[in-house]
């Protein structure tokens, strides 16, 4: 079986993972200088949620990394995005009329 996981990093702080999303599928293309909204991820490290739709954070994507290995008997697919706070407005495509 496939798995992807999609691990996102604040390169603001110690540049470590603070979420992590899986699937069964593939996500989206990335690409740098991509806006990256949090909208209410639950945080690794028992964080908890530090956003959410009606202030949510956001983030421009600074780099990606990828990684794919065997674990198991299932192959892993990791996509690594290396994110830095955007301070700008939010996108007028998530702008609520």
């Not at 990684?67 to 990791?78: E, G, H, V």
Request: with cysteine; aromatic share 12%; net charge negative.
């Amino acid at each position: 079986m496939t798995k992807y996981e999609l691990y996102l990093c604040d390169v603001s702080g110690k540049n470590e993972p603070i979420a992590k999303i899986e699937s069964i599928s593939q996500f989206n293309s990335f690409s740098i200088e991509d806006r990256f909204d949090d909208h209410g991820w639950n945080r690794l490290n028992g964080i908890g949620k530090i956003a959410s739709a009606t202030d949510p954070k956001r983030y421009i994507i600074h780099s990606i990394k990828h990684t794919i290995y065997y674990d198991k008997d299932d192959l892993l697919i990791q996509c690594w995005l290396n994110l830095e706070p955007h301070q700008g407005e939010t996108s007028p495509a998530w702008k609520q009329q």
